[in-house]
C-alpha cells in the first residue's frame, strides 16, 4: 500500500512539473511575441533573460528526465512481449506506437526545444494578424549592417490589410543631435488616398538637446493645385527615455484646406503604458502609445503599439495605429511624431541584429 501511494505520487509531481514547464514555455514565448503590456516575465528586459535562461537550462534537464522515462518504459514494453505476455498484442503495439510514442516524444521534446519550436510559428502569426484590428499599420523597415549608407531607413503606412499608401524616411544629415522624419514618396495615386489618411504633416525635425520637435504641414496652393505651400503646424516636447513621452500641440489640416482656413489648435499628451521601450540595439523597440487625460494623467485609449519583427528579417518591424478621434488622427501628429523616434531606435536594432558572426 505504501509503495503505491509512493508511485502515485511521484507521478502526479511528474505530471505536475511538466505541466509547470508548459506555463514557463507558454509566458516565455507570450513576452517574445505579445510582450506588450509588460507582466512580470518581462516586466524588465534583464528580468526577461534571466528567465529565458533558466527555462532552457531546466528544459534540458528535464528533458533528459522524460528521455530516461520513456526509454525505460519502451525497454519494460518490449522486455514483457519477450518474457511471454502475449495478451491482446496488436491493441497493445497501436496503443504504444499511435498515442505512448507520440506523448513521450512531446516530451523528451518540447522541455528543451519548445521555445524554438513555438516562438517562430507564433512570430509568424502575429505578424500577419496582430495589425488586424487597427485600420492602418507600418512596417519600419532599417538598414541592415551589409547595406550601403545610401540605403534610407524607411517606415511604410498601409491601410487595411496590406494597400500601400505612402512612405517617410527618417534621417540625421551632418549631427546626431537633430533628425528629421519627412515624406519620402507616395507609393499610391495621391487621388486614391482618403482625404483622412492623406499626411498633411510631411516633415518632422527632432532635437535632442532641448527634446524638442517642430513640423510643417503641406498643402496645395489652391484645393487641387500642383503647387504646394508649407506652413509650421506641430509643435511639442518629448522625452526619449524609459518613460517615452510627448506633449504635442498642432494643427493639421486635412488636405483639402484651404490656405485662409482657420484650422483648431489641439494638444495631446501621450505615454507609454510600460516603462522601458528600448533596448540600445539589443532588441526591437516594443511599446504601447497612448493619450494621457491632463487633468487625472491617467492612460486613455492607444495611439499605436507595435507588434513584432519579421521573421527571418529582423530589420522590419510592424507597427499597428489606431490614431486619435479627430479628422485626420490616424495620420496626425500623434502617430508620425512618435514613428520617426521609433525609426530612430528601429535602425540601432537593425544593425546590431545583422552584424555577421565572428565564427
Given amino acids: 500500500m505504501k509503495n503505491s501511494t509512493g508511485l502515485y505520487l511521484c507521478i502526479l509531481t511528474w505530471f505536475a512539473i511538466n505541466a509547470a514547464d508548459g506555463v514557463w514555455i507558454y509566458y516565455y514565448v507570450k513576452a517574445c511575441v505579445d510582450p506588450n503590456p ?119 503606412f498601409y491601410q487595411g490589410r496590406d494597400e500601400l499608401l505612402f512612405s517617410y524616411d527618417i534621417s540625421d544629415g551632418a549631427s546626431s543631435d537633430f533628425w528629421t522624419f519627412q515624406l519620402r514618396e507616395f507609393d499610391a495615386a495621391q487621388s486614391s488616398i482618403p482625404l483622412e489618411l492623406y499626411p498633411t504633416l510631411q516633415h518632422i525635425q527632432y532635437d535632442f538637446i532641448n527634446d524638442t520637435l517642430t513640423g510643417n504641414c503641406t498643402l496645395p496652393a489652391t484645393p487641387g493645385s500642383s503647387i504646394t505651400n508649407s506652413t509650421s503646424c506641430m509643435t511639442g516636447t518629448f522625452n526619449p527615455n524609459d518613460w517615452l513621452s510627448f506633449n504635442l500641440t498642432s494643427t493639421i489640416p486635412l488636405n483639402n484646406s484651404a490656405p485662409t482656413d482657420t484650422i483648431p489648435s489641439t494638444t495631446t499628451v501621450l505615454r507609454t503604458v510600460d516603462k522601458q521601450w528600448a533596448f540600445n540595439g539589443d532588441d526591437a523597440p516594443s511599446l504601447i502609445l497612448d493619450t494621457v487625460d491632463p487633468l487625472t494623467d491617467k492612460l486613455q485609449s492607444t495611439v499605436l503599439r507595435t507588434a513584432v519583427t519579421k521573421r527571418g528579417d529582423c530589420t522590419q518591424l510592424k507597427v499597428c495605429l489606431g490614431g486619435t478621434d479627430r479628422p485626420g488622427g490616424l495620420v496626425g501628429a500623434e502617430v508620425l511624431s512618435p514613428m520617426g523616434l521609433i525609426m530612430i531606435r528601429q535602425s540601432d536594432y537593425a544593425q546590431s541584429c545583422t552584424i555577421p558572426d565572428s565564427n
Avoid at 46 to 57: D, L, Q
Avoid at 77 to 85: C, F, K
Fill in 38 to 156: 509588460r507582466t512580470g516575465v518581462n516586466k524588465t528586459h534583464a528580468g526577461f533573460e534571466g528567465y529565458e535562461v533558466m527555462m532552457f537550462i531546466f528544459g534540458f534537464f528535464w528533458t533528459s528526465v522524460n528521455t530516461a522515462l520513456a526509454w525505460g518504459y519502451f525497454t519494460w514494453a518490449l522486455e514483457s512481449r519477450r518474457n511471454g505476455d502475449k495478451s491482446s498484442p496488436v491493441l497493445k503495439w497501436t496503443v504504444n506506437l499511435l498515442i505512448a510514442f507520440p506523448i513521450a516524444a512531446f516530451l523528451c521534446i518540447m522541455p528543451a526545444f519548445g521555445g524554438w519550436i513555438v516562438v517562430p510559428l507564433a512570430q509568424r502569426q502575429s505578424w500577419n494578424h496582430r495589425c488586424d484590428s487597427f485600420p492602418m499599420y507600418a512596417v519600419l523597415d532599417g538598414r541592415g549592417f551589409k547595406d550601403p549608407s545610401y540605403i534610407p531607413n524607411v517606415v511604410h
